[in-house]
């Protein structure tokens, strides 16, 4: 059962950008909830791409820090992912976890960087 639902997703040339939404398809309400990014790539394991807590603090991974940013609107009750200067590394399937960690998932949206 898909709880949260990612849009966004697209090909983009390197040092293009992106923006990842996450909105609920369930009733959940994000305020209440840590969020989080996360993404995978083929043949890799799913990892952590950046979080937000509840009264907004953020943290990233090393890789994607100074060029993603993750924000929530909860008078919309989405969550964003602004992603700038992309590069081919950043290929992946991109998940949006609401109660991090742990918690719900969606389905992805696929983010392709390639020129």
């Known amino acids: 059962q898909v709880r949260v639902v990612e849009s966004g997703g697209g090909l983009v040339q390197p040092g293009g950008s992106l923006r990842l939404s996450c909105a609920s398809a369930s009733g959940i309400i994000f305020r209440i909830y840590a969020m989080a990014w996360y993404r995978q790539a083929p043949g890799k394991q799913r990892e952590l791409v950046a979080s937000?807590?509840?009264?907004?603090?953020?943290n990233y991974a090393d890789s994607v820090k100074g060029r993603f940013t993750i924000s929530r609107d909860n008078a919309k009750n989405t969550v964003s992912l602004q992603m700038n200067s992309l590069k081919p590394e950043d290929t992946a399937l991109y998940y949006c976890?609401?109660?991090?960690?742990?918690?719900?998932w969606g389905q992805g949206t696929q983010v392709t960087v390639s020129s």
């Open positions: 937000i807590t509840t009264g907004g603090s953020t």
């Open positions: 976890n609401a109660g991090f960690p742990g918690g719900v």
